[in-house]
């Protein structure tokens, strides 16, 4: 999602117009992208095989539709076509996916799962080659690297990890997403396209690939593949130099330091252990993480400052102008002379953040061990005791190394009385000594990031205080926060989230008040607070507009907290715009705050997505890019997360998430209209000229995309459908099942009792047997096929017998399939089914095409 948060140049209004149209223009996407696949998952039986297929390729025929209609019409402005094609195009490559899962939804025939994530990177491909478009190339990446991790963990991992380690199918990952890479940079060395998300989203995959089994697989067992330290070593180094001096990206170059931290902490640590010093080895340790820290962000910073001088030697001096500009490195924006490594870029912050964390943990280690701390009053004392030495280090000292150090004793002290705190009966007291603890620290600590993690233990303290008086029956501990239910969700973390919510823009909007010298003090503070309620909401369960008026009766505060919550876009909104009002026009300040007020009771039953939207619209109105990442980037989680959701059934989701797709997509096409209507839109365009023909040539191709999804979605259905009219109908008898995994969600885990033979007779067979073969079956006297041998092919075959074939997986023999996908709410309907009814087309393929009770009675 792009809706950009620096001003354009020109006026404020048309900064807000381009910015409400586009974030108008992606949410509808998303929201319609999330609202198709909640549909489909829900298996809504009230619509017939035929229609489902009719309506899904429908829409997704007429946004490709669409797409190339608006890449026609904006021919004459480049970044527009972009901007509104590519959205579309995006969300038909996400309808894509619904499809293809409404395929395997309707046939089973048991498909590895990577299979469909593959087909849909392959039908994909033509529509994000010729799109152009930053967002639908990393969906691409990402049904990739599904797609691929699907099919290594299926393939590779289970057998590989029998015998060696994680690294082969470590190294495939990352070489798959190192080739991703070098492609798009290759791309952006002929032309021109974005250079941020993309890249960075690849390398952090790919050097998570490698640094994850490194830092963390096979601790304990100490041992550590040298092939993939050595691989390691090597991308660490080429992207290094890249990234230094070919395309200076200083986010990626940070990624980079951040894996020299976790591999030296894994490297250093074994080394350490092995020569026993005991818990002494934490504290050397911690030392070295943090100076290597420290010493990343003082190379950034000379880096930011490098790249500075070239874009200005660049501007000064055109004919020889370098290849990196200070946006182009990453946010690169160089520190004042004299001021703190405290107010760097936030890669610069994350690497010390990630340093004082881990720092804090072996810190906390070293207590704990070494009998320092033995008991909740020893904690009590020692915390305090260390606390204070980490404020008062801070106060005293201006180098980096010793500030880190004050950083860690600050937050390791709070930490421990934090854990005396929690064992009081009373969660009043606790929950006051944790405010007061954090506040005190907060107040006296002149460090942005040990404030930061002060104030998200203030947060965890009026968390308790909010839920003593929410939740009156549950005064005695703070155990009781583990039980999540529906009740908690709705009458406990929803309130609570939306006080956060409201605390967290007042927080904001404070910040932004305050005098410059002030402001930093208030920062750490809106930030915790912001995390925190974003952490919260995905606990928090929202309601119905209908259902408000019996929330009310049982408790109106949490019905007024629950319209709050879907309120508050609407109200930042409006704190942003009015005071704007001499420099916009009253379309802009008025309809705006009311179209989200009306999509307020859209956001009662998912209150992340409102909260997402304040935050979106905080970050662009206050100019914090940082804030519009962030909420952008909650939106996104939220969406998934809220598909989890099982209080809210997946229709009424579909339902509700649709109808606000509809109606945000209303709200762009008014964004678009009201400034003809008000003649503010400015000069009318003259007479457009024809489209380039490249631009047709795309367009061409991207509509031979559909064409092609369309036909083989259509020859797989005609070829499934003959399958179930004329296969040889074949019943299977259902194995037991272990009860905790029987019914998952939407679909039943299956296991046939023929899987059981199959699995017999490889043991028999050792190292012959071959993953994948065909079982051959024949009918009892009562019907019911039963496995008769093993071969390697379909035939040859005896009358009477049929093949199906079987796959060896890492969750055993699949025949088939392992799930059997049913309506949404039936069950305990389903859970009666002892035997599978299977259409066989001779070749030994398989169709599961019902279940049937004991009786063998069509359930």
């Not at 992208?33 to 009719?54: D, K, T």
Request: glycine share 8%; with cysteine.
């Amino acid at each position: 999602m792009q809706v950009g948060s620096t001003r354009q140049v020109g006026s404020e209004l048309h900064s807000w117009r381009l910015f409400l149209g586009r974030a108008t223009l992606w949410l509808a996407v998303l929201l319609l992208g999330s609202g198709v696949v909640c549909w489909v998952a829900a298996n809504w039986p009230g619509l017939a095989v035929s229609s489902r297929f009719a309506l899904a390729q429908g829409v997704l025929a007429v946004t490709v539709l669409v797409g190339i209609w608006l890449a026609l019409r904006l021919r004459a402005a480049p970044a527009q076509r972009l901007q509104a094609s590519g959205a579309v195009l995006t969300l038909a490559g996400g309808l894509l996916g619904a499809l293809l899962a409404l395929l395997g939804q309707t046939y089973q025939t048991g498909a590895d799962t990577w299979q469909l994530f593959a087909w849909w990177a392959v039908l994909m491909l033509p529509w994000a080659l010729m799109a152009a478009s930053q967002p639908l190339w990393i969906l691409w990446c990402l049904v990739f690297n599904l797609a691929l991790g699907l099919w290594v963990g299926e393939h590779l991992l289970s057998w590989w990890m029998t015998g060696y380690s994680m690294a082969y199918p470590a190294l495939v990952m990352a070489f798959a997403n190192l080739v991703l890479l070098g492609v798009w940079e290759a791309v952006l060395r002929i032309g021109h396209g974005a250079t941020r998300a993309g890249p960075r989203l690849l390398a952090l995959m790919a050097l998570g690939c490698l640094i994850t089994p490194l830092a963390f697989g096979d601790l304990f067992s100490g041992g550590l593949d040298q092939t993939l330290l050595l691989a390691w070593v090597a991308v660490t180094v080429g992207m290094g130099l890249f990234y230094q001096r070919a395309r200076r990206d200083l986010v990626i170059l940070a990624m980079l330091a951040a894996g020299v931290i976790c591999v030296s902490m894994r490297l250093v640590g074994q080394w350490l252990l092995e020569l026993e010093p005991g818990a002494w080895a934490a504290l050397p340790l911690a030392a070295l993480l943090m100076a290597e820290a420290v010493w990343a962000a003082r190379w950034l910073h000379r880096m930011a400052h490098a790249g500075s001088e070239a874009s200005t030697h660049s501007e000064a001096h055109p004919e020889a102008s370098a290849s990196v500009s200070p946006r182009q490195a990453g946010d690169a924006q160089p520190l004042p002379a004299g001021q703190s490594l405290a107010a760097a870029p936030w890669y610069v912050q994350g690497l010390l953040g990630l340093s004082a964390w881990l720092a804090t943990i072996l810190l906390l280690v070293f207590l704990v061990a070494s009998g320092i701390v033995r008991s909740e009053s020893s904690a009590l004392v020692t915390g305090i005791f260390v606390a204070a030495g980490g404020v008062i280090l801070l106060r005293a000292s201006d180098v980096a190394f010793w500030r880190q150090c004050g950083v860690a004793m600050g937050f390791a002290g709070q930490l421990l009385m934090l854990f005396s705190f929690l064992n009081d009966t009373s969660v009043l007291t606790a929950s006051a000594c944790v405010v007061l603890m954090a506040t005190v620290v907060y107040v006296g600590a002149p460090d942005w990031l040990l404030r930061f993690l002060s104030a998200g233990l203030i947060a965890f303290g009026l968390t308790g205080l909010a839920s003593y008086f929410l939740m009156p029956a549950q005064r005695e501990m703070f155990d009781s926060w583990l039980m999540h239910d529906l009740l908690d969700s709705t009458f406990l973390w929803l309130p609570v989230a939306v006080l956060g919510a409201w605390a967290t823009a007042l927080a904001f909007f404070a910040e932004r008040r305050l005098p410059a010298q002030r402001a930093p003090v208030a920062q750490p503070l809106a930030w915790a607070f912001l995390f925190s309620v974003q952490g919260m909401v995905w606990l928090a369960g929202g309601v119905e507009a209908a259902q408000l008026p019996q929330l009310w009766r049982l408790h109106s505060l949490t019905a007024v907290l629950h319209v709050a919550g879907a309120a508050l876009p609407a109200v930042v909104a409006f704190c942003l715009l009015w005071p704007r009002r001499a420099v916009l026009t009253p379309a802009v300040v008025w309809v705006t705050p009311l179209a989200l007020l009306g999509l307020a009771i859209f956001w009662l039953p998912s209150p992340g997505i409102a909260f997402a939207l304040a935050w979106l619209l905080l970050g662009f109105g206050l100019d914090k890019p940082r804030l519009v990442i962030f909420g952008i980037a909650a939106g996104l989680i939220y969406l998934v997360q809220y598909y989890y959701q099982l209080e809210v059934p997946l229709l009424q989701k579909a339902f509700w998430l649709l109808t606000a797709a509809a109606l945000v997509f209303a709200l762009r096409i008014l964004v678009w209209l009201l400034p003809h209507l008000t003649h503010t839109a400015g000069q009318p365009a003259g007479p457009r000229a024809p489209a380039a023909p490249v631009v047709r040539q795309r367009m061409a191709v991207v509509l031979g995309g559909l064409v092609l999804v369309l036909g083989v979605c259509n020859v797989t259905i005609y070829q499934r459908e003959q399958v179930l009219a004329q296969g040889e109908v074949m019943i299977l008898e259902l194995a037991p099942v272990d009860p905790r995994s029987l019914m998952q969600g939407d679909y039943m885990a299956l296991r046939f009792g023929a899987a059981n033979f199959v699995a017999e007779q490889r043991d028999s067979q050792r190292g012959d047997a071959a993953l994948d073969g065909y079982l051959v079956l024949a009918k009892d006297a009562e019907g019911v096929a039963r496995p008769l041998r093993l071969q390697a092919e379909p035939t040859p075959l005896a009358p009477g017998e049929q093949a199906l074939r079987y796959r060896v997986r890492q969750d055993g023999v699949r025949l088939i399939t392992n799930a059997y996908f049913f309506p949404e709410g039936q069950g305990e309907h389903f859970a009666r089914a002892r035997y599978g009814e299977i259409r066989l087309d001779g070749q030994g393929t398989g169709l599961l095409a019902r279940m049937l009770d004991a009786q063998r009675q069509p359930l």
